[in-house]
């Protein structure tokens, strides 16, 4: 019934961590703001899976983790309470830029690793952790962190790239990708630490003790982001075309660029 519209052997290799690292926040900022084309039209998408998503489940009060330079709070019409905590300063005050004047808006400045105290304030219907936990460098710590801020009925989406994305598997049948969870350059521009499938991320959120209540992909991406984003240049790829791919996983569910999965507390 959709809420909203009145106001998922230990983890596979595939989402083996790569390295354990602290994230450098100023780089992934450079790195994030420089950030244009296809990377933009994947943004847009993703938050329109995530609308679509949140439309489904009671959302008066609502945790995104990690706003990056596009919050989703504007793109929200209903909520009663909705708060952000993100590590980068730069990305904090263009949410709060955005959201002045705005008495439902509650911002934490760190990691909610570290900031459960402050963010367990408040209670929430609707966790939104997007493409976050492939960034970090221990995804379960993270996990447990977000668990401790959810009730008995929240429900936690959480989205990331797939690495088994039909243009990986292209890549990996082309032989240019020997292994699929091999990281590609873009992986490591972004400062990517673990790579997840489908199923990986939900048996991930299942060792944490969470009940896997939906999944699924998004947007597929045939090609490369650097051949994607020739063809878009040259208009080969048009609005029509990006929209049919992003209904593409209609046919083809698990191949998406990216993949979903949404949990409740065991």
Same mark, same amino acid.
């Given at each position: 019934?959709?809420?909203?519209?009145?106001?998922?052997?230990?983890? &596979?290799?595939?989402?083996?961590?790569?390295?354990?690292?602290?994230?450098?926040?100023?780089?992934?900022?450079?790195?994030?703001?420089?950030?244009?084309?296809?990377?933009?039209?994947?943004?847009?998408?993703?938050?329109?899976?995530?609308?679509?998503?949140?439309?489904?489940?009671?959302? @008066?009060?609502?945790?995104?983790?990690?706003?990056?330079?596009?919050?989703?709070?504007?793109?929200?019409?209903?909520?009663?309470?909705?708060?952000?905590?993100?590590? +980068? +300063?730069?990305?904090?005050?263009?949410?709060?830029?955005?959201?002045?004047?705005?008495?439902?808006?509650?911002?934490?400045?760190?990691?909610?690793?570290?900031?459960?105290?402050?963010?367990?304030?408040?209670?929430?219907?609707?966790?939104?952790?997007?493409?976050?936990?492939?960034?970090?460098?221990?995804?379960?710590?993270?996990?447990?962190?977000?668990?401790?801020?959810?009730?008995?009925?929240?429900?936690?989406?959480? @989205?990331?790239?797939?690495?088994?994305?039909?243009?990986?598997?292209?890549?990996?049948?082309?032989?240019?990708?020997?292994?699929?969870?091999? &990281? +590609?350059?873009?992986?490591?521009?972004?400062?990517?630490?673990?790579?997840?499938?489908?199923? +990986?991320?939900?048996?991930?959120?299942?060792?944490?003790?969470?009940?896997?209540?939906?999944?699924?992909?998004?947007?597929?991406?045939?090609?490369?982001?650097?051949?994607?984003?020739?063809?878009?240049?040259?208009?080969?790829?048009?609005?029509?075309?990006?929209?049919?791919?992003?209904?593409?996983?209609?046919?083809?569910?698990?191949?998406?660029?990216?993949?979903?999965?949404?949990?409740?507390?065991?």
């Amino acid at each position: 019934m959709a809420f909203g519209v009145a106001c998922r052997a230990a983890r &596979s290799t595939e989402a083996r961590q790569v390295k354990r690292m602290k994230r450098d926040i100023r780089a992934y900022e450079q790195t994030y703001l420089q950030s244009l084309g296809l990377a933009t039209q994947q943004v847009r998408f993703r938050r329109k899976l995530i609308l679509e998503r949140l439309d489904l489940y009671s959302h @008066n009060s609502i945790l995104e983790i990690g706003c990056g330079t596009e919050p989703l709070f504007p793109f929200i019409d209903c909520y009663e309470s909705y708060t952000i905590v993100e590590p +980068s +300063s730069a990305f904090l005050t263009i949410a709060r830029t955005r959201g002045q004047g705005n008495a439902k808006l509650h911002f934490v400045h760190g990691e909610v690793e570290t900031r459960g105290m402050e963010l367990s304030q408040r209670t929430y219907d609707f966790v939104i952790l997007s493409s976050l936990i492939h960034e970090v460098a221990q995804p379960d710590h993270m996990l447990a962190a977000v668990i401790l801020l959810m009730g008995a009925n929240t429900v936690l989406h959480i @989205n990331c790239p797939n690495v088994q994305s039909m243009h990986r598997l292209l890549g990996h049948k082309m032989g240019l990708l020997p292994v699929l969870s091999e &990281s +590609s350059e873009l992986a490591k521009k972004f400062q990517r630490h673990s790579e997840f499938s489908l199923e +990986s991320l939900s048996q991930l959120l299942e060792e944490q003790h969470l009940d896997v209540i939906a999944k699924g992909s998004s947007f597929i991406k045939p090609f490369s982001h650097a051949q994607m984003q020739a063809m878009l240049d040259a208009s080969i790829v048009t609005e029509e075309t990006l929209l049919g791919l992003y209904a593409l996983t209609e046919y083809f569910p698990e191949f998406g660029s990216e993949i979903y999965v949404e949990a409740r507390r065991r």
